[in-house]
């Protein structure tokens, strides 16, 4: 099990246990993580699980592909260029043991 | 994500509404899919105070519907995914009441009768009903092995028997008959789709796309037959299938067969009521029908598209949150009209098909991109109306901003050969130009 944070601005930030395998989108839906909606159900279809990686733990991550950046162009708030991922799009597989990320204020 | 999105605005209650913000009060929601359980949740975001009960015949916690005809369908490893955590429902205050059914509506009283006897009472009901899959009507469809796939329950059944059929026929090449053959070949079985009409997806896609896929779907392997209606199903002395066999006369051999040939509204309950049903339960602009204390949101609600004016019923994730995000907009007091672009998408194998507006009224349309990745762009006159794109995530996000917006003239005469969409929109989105619908 490895552990995901999800911090907001201002309210305390939600931490969760995510398996290997499973998506952080799905491990949030799952635990009923404000702000993380994943419309579309995991595809990269809707761009409603945006998420800010935390710096530290950016290396790590699997590289964006090509569906990813282009939906991660029409996220309702703005874009980080370094920052930004859809969390439908990320597992932490063996490289990390847990990933910090601030969550957006809207999704939809 | 959408063009308007009501349920986000911060209104105040007002006085005549049937529930406002801070107002106490019972909203009463019939199904707990994605429209219904969307009203719970934007009613809560936008501070209402009342009660709310979602009825719901189905004893699974509400679910995600997308995966169940895609990876659900295709990998046992893979878990339902909710709509909400049970933390949702405690932590909001919202009651679910699954694996019952609401068995009668007393408009008079403002009351909904359980099928338990359970009595409630409401001061605004949202009909979220939902659809069901229509029956296919053909002898021997009675057999065991013939499944339909709309709920989470029919979705297990039918990745528990993948694990041990040979043959699949899927009847119906509308977008969960493709999208389940494509998982059937990705767990390397056979599989033959049978279409009635001359392409798959006729209703719902144009002639360039439907034919793209088609010949998609046959390079997977999938042997898919158009223009082949079921004449029967054949089946063993102990009542299970064997083979479908096609009005041609061809017999396909199946021990699975999936029938996905369209669904039908729940529109009995409102029928029963006495509220106006026709092919969905007529509703206004602000989804309401004709009594002030009912709406009806999602597969189940005919309402007027804004685009066309026409009555249309849609079935589609995006419509039913938009739908649900609108009736709790209403019911909080926004006097705003629905207008949410319509959205749709499906994954089948590799494809990676999205669409939005709607294509049937469109007078000619503009293929722009390469083979194996492109966007029909389709125009009613000299309007854009609705844009198809296949494996083009970044033409389907400038399609909805271009639509949003509203399309410049001129693009009906620029879309040709090398023309850019996601170019188009950066341009109209930075140039600051007024482009009136």
Redesign the interface.
Known sequence: MQKATFHYGGTPAEVVEVDADVSLM?AA????VAGIV???????????CHVYVREQYLDALPAIGA?ED??L??T?APRDPVRSRLACQLTLGTGLDEIEVDVPE?Q? | ??TK?AG?GQVAGRAGHVAGAGHAGHVVVAGAGHAGVQVAASLRAGGFAGAITLVDDDSDHPY????LS??FVADMAV?P??L?????FA?SNVMLRDGSAIREIDRRAKQVILQDGAVLDYSALVLATGARCRPLDVPGAHLRGIHQLRTLRDARTLRELLTRARSVVVVGAGFIGLEFAAAVRGRGLEVTVLEAGDRPLARALTAPMSGHLAAAHLSMGTNLRCNETVARITGTVAGDVTAVVGSSGTSYPADLVLVGIGVQPRDELARTAGLPVDNGILVDDRLRTPDPAIYAAGDCARFRDPASGERIRLES??NA?DHGRHVAATLLGNDDAYEALPLF?S?QGRL?L?VAGLSGAATHTVVTGDPDRFSVLCFRDDRLIAVESLN???DH?AA?RVLTAGTAPSLARDAQDGFSLKQYAQDITTSGVDHVR
Request: net charge neutral; aromatic share 4%; with cysteine.
């Open positions: 799905r839906v799952t635990n009923g994943g419309e579309c159900g995991g595809q990269a279809m809707c761009a409603t569906d282009e939906m162009d029409c309702v809207q939809v | 994500m959408t999105d986000r995600q519907r997308p995966p895609k990876d878990a995914l909710p909400r955590a049970e933390k949702f932590d994730v995006q949150t998408w994954n990676r999205q083009s995530p970044g996000v909805r």
